[in-house]
Structure formats: C-alpha cells, structure tokens
C-alpha cells in the first residue's frame, strides 16, 4: 500500500509539472516579484545531486508489557552515515516554484554499525544486561520530495535583493538494512562481559517514514548589482510523520519478526549557498538537519513458538540525519 501510494502522488506532481503555464503564459506575472531570481518567465531547472550523511541514525525502543514495565526493554540503533546520489527537477516561475527530488543510496557499505541492547533484569531495570554490535550494510534505499512554494515579496513590498516563500509538501524516505558478522556481549553475575560471535546475516530492518510538512524559505541575494546570480538560503520547516518499522531476526528459530506503527512530527533546518558558473549553470552547496521524533506500537511475532501480541508500553521511533549536498543545476 505505501509504494501504490507512493507512485500515484508521484504520477500527480509529474503530471501537474507538465501542465504548467508555459514561459509565455507565466510571462503576465508581476514584474515586482522577479527578486526570484528568475525573472517573470516560468523556467524549467534540472539538478546532479550528491550527499553525504553523516552523524546520523536511525533507532526505536519498545518497554516491558509485564511487570516491571522497564522502559526500554530493548532498543535498535542503527547508523546511516553513507553516500546518496539523486536528481531534482524543478518548474520555477517569478511567484512559485514546484519541485520533485528523488535520491538513492550510492553505497551499500555504511560507516557504523548496529548496536542492539536489552534491559532484561526486572530487580534492577536500569542496568542493561546485552549488547550487541553488528556490521551494517544498505540495501536500495530511497528519499523522494515533492513541494510547492510563493513568493510573498509582492505582498510585503520586500527589496528585489530578498525574498520569504511559504513552502509545503511531502517527504518520502524507505531505509533498507542488513545488519551481520556482530558480536555480543552478556552480563553474568560475576560483572564480566563473555564476547559470542554472531556470525552471518543477523537482522533485516526496513523503515518507512512519510512527512507531510510546512514551513519558510528565506532567499538572500547580498550582491544583486555585481554577482546577481549568488544566493545564500535558509528554510525551516515542520512535518507530522507517519513511520512504519519491520525487522527479521534471521538468527532466531522461526519467522521472527517485530514491527513498529507510530506517528510523531520533524523538524528540518537546511542552509544552502548558490553560485552562478555562467551559461545558465549554478553551483549549490547545502547542509541540512533533520529530526524524527514518533511513539506508538510494537508487534512481536513468531510463528515456531505462536507468539503475536502487540505493546504499547514505551515504544519510541527516531531518527537524526545530518547532510551535505553539493548541486549542479541547469536552467533552460
């Protein structure tokens, strides 16, 4: 249902880029409003895009459904510093804009790992008792945008050197990661930490996150006689997210799967700097943080033992991507 749901919102912006006014319709727009930088003609803008995340993971925790009720139980870390590559096509007019971005991952290899630890000791609830490092690798992954955006330079009687733009949309992001080759640590009574190999592919973990989001986009041109074309940008902008976890644990007896729904909001603040290279070609370079907050619930099943219940109890889904990303764009 996600992916159906996925292509139909995608088919729509596609569909409505293509039937946007063309140069000589959009050409009526106020002549005030051209501080976009793009004159009064609505253009069309393609962009090469690579980035990397960095300082970045994603995780959940769930909490005991009996007594004592420790929360956490268990929690789920998993790193995401990697490389992603994309592309952004753009139809950009004087008064708005509407963009479509689609990124994947470049490299399977992630910097960092897995980390899995519990909290199993019901006397003494804060003290964690397993923990477990795997390597991590990352399947095809993908983050898709869709957003539309007007200028209120017209309406505010702001210099042609600035311009503010409501922005709204859709952000789409499905993380694909194999966890392996871990190792894991046990606390026995004695307070020692015997080491188990965990060899092989361990744990399979699929996440999905929609963003409905609003939000501002700040444009700033500091040199509009000389260097016309350099921009300095900053946006910010809030989303209700829907998110949607499923885990195998390939190393469990069974089909052993738990599974996350919950619901939450983000914050994301990006800062970006733009320069003409001449013949219609601009360079960007963008740093972004983004920060996923959601709680609701936590199925655990496994069909060799007829286990399918589902907690409420303590269960948090989250995540932090740090990013930059350097632009090539082409205006035609």
């Known amino acids: 249902m996600p992916d159906l749901k996925l292509g139909s919102m995608l088919c729509l912006a596609l569909a409505w880029l293509a039937l946007l006014p063309t140069p000589a319709a959009a050409a009526q ?35 005991n459904p009996f007594p004592p009720y420790q929360e956490p139980l268990s929690r789920l870390e998993f790193d995401l510093d990697s490389w992603w590559g994309g592309v952004e096509i753009s139809r950009r007019a004087a ?11 470049l490299t399977a290899k992630v910097d960092g790992v897995m980390a899995d630890s519990d909290w199993t000791d019901e006397e003494s609830t804060k003290v964690r008792t397993i923990y477990s490092e795997s390597c991590l690798d990352m399947k095809p992954s993908y983050a898709v945008r869709a957003e539309a955006d007007f200028s209120l330079a017209p309406w505010l009687g702001l210099p042609a050197w600035l311009d503010l733009r409501p922005v709204g949309g859709l952000r789409w992001q499905r993380l694909d990661l194999m966890a392996h080759d871990g190792t894991q640590w046990a606390l026995e009574s004695d307070g020692s930490w015997p080491a188990m190999a965990l060899p092989g592919d361990g744990l399979r973990f699929k996440q999905t996150y929609w963003q ?121």
Request: negative net charge.
């Open 95 to 105: 008064l708005w804009s509407l963009s479509l971005e689609i990124m994947r991952n």
């Open 212 to 332: 409905y989001f609003i939000g501002l986009k700040l444009d700033w041109r500091p040199l509009p006689a000389r260097h016309p074309g350099l921009r300095l940008g900053l946006r910010g902008d809030w989303a209700y997210v829907d998110a949607h976890n499923l885990d195998h644990h390939l190393l469990r007896e069974g089909n052993r799967l738990t599974e996350e729904k919950t619901r939450g909001q983000a914050w994301r603040a990006a800062l970006d700097l733009e320069a003409p290279l001449g013949g219609n070609f601009f360079l960007d370079l963008e740093l972004d943080y983004l920060t996923i907050e959601t709680t609701g619930n936590h199925r655990l099943y496994n069909d060799a033992i007829g286990l399918d219940f589902i907690v409420n109890n303590g269960v948090r889904v989250w995540s932090q991507q740090c990013g930059v990303m350097l632009s090539l764009r082409y205006d035609f």
């Open 29 to 63: 727009a106020p002549a005030q409003a051209a501080n976009a930088g793009d004159g009064p003609a609505a253009v069309w803008l393609v962009e090469a895009k690579v980035k990397r995340l960095f300082d970045s993971h994603t995780s959940y925790e769930f909490g």
